[in-house]
């Protein structure tokens, strides 16, 4: 029982290592994907860059959701309490604990093996990644632009007051 503990341990480091490099991808597309938010022409390696950076995210989300959040997990030892049992003898007792060992036994290895089974899939969607972008790469209009802000400007200047020493400042807009 000790081993399926140190299995999902293990499955959990790995996990948390995966997640960290999920989680540098984000930011490193994030950065990239960045551009689409200035006013300038839309480039398909921008495009590409979020469609990653939202895969990646997905990922994540799957990765902490499936693997990592903790559920339940048997127990590595009895409760002493079930095994004071007077009306049992001790080679019973014995043998009901000896059963209820393989069934946990059997439950952390079920566990461990679904956990492991979904962090692999996990990193096998992510090292698919550059063909995410590639895909989105291609498929996205070049050179689209983003509308630019309109220029507006003000213009102010000092009018004598026909009524005594204070000026009055005057401002017209133009676009």
Do not use: H, W
Not at 9 to 20: N, R
Not at 99 to 104: C, D, I, M, Y
């Amino acid at each position: 029982m000790k081993a399926r503990y140190a299995t999902a341990e293990l499955v959990s480091k790995e996990a948390q290592t995966t997640l960290t490099v999920l989680l540098a991808g984000v930011g490193g597309s994030a950065a990239y994907a960045a551009k689409l938010f200035e006013p300038v022409a839309v480039s398909p390696i921008s495009a590409a860059s979020a469609a990653v950076c939202i895969y990646l995210v997905v990922l994540s989300v799957l990765l902490v959701t499936r693997c990592m959040v903790f559920e339940g997990y048997p127990a590595l030892y009895q409760n002493p309490k079930n095994l004071m049992q007077p009306a049992y003898t001790l080679e019973q007792l014995r043998e009901a604990e000896l059963a209820n060992l393989e069934e946990r036994i059997e439950e952390a290895i079920a566990i461990n093996n679904i956990r492991a089974r979904r962090l692999n899939r996990v990193r096998l969607a992510a090292a698919l990644s550059p063909v995410v972008f590639l895909v989105v790469a291609l498929l996205s209009p070049k050179g689209t632009t983003t509308a630019a802000p309109e220029k507006f400007s003000i213009q102010c200047g000092v009018e004598p007051s026909a009524s005594g020493p204070a000026s009055v400042i005057k401002c017209d807009g133009v676009k």
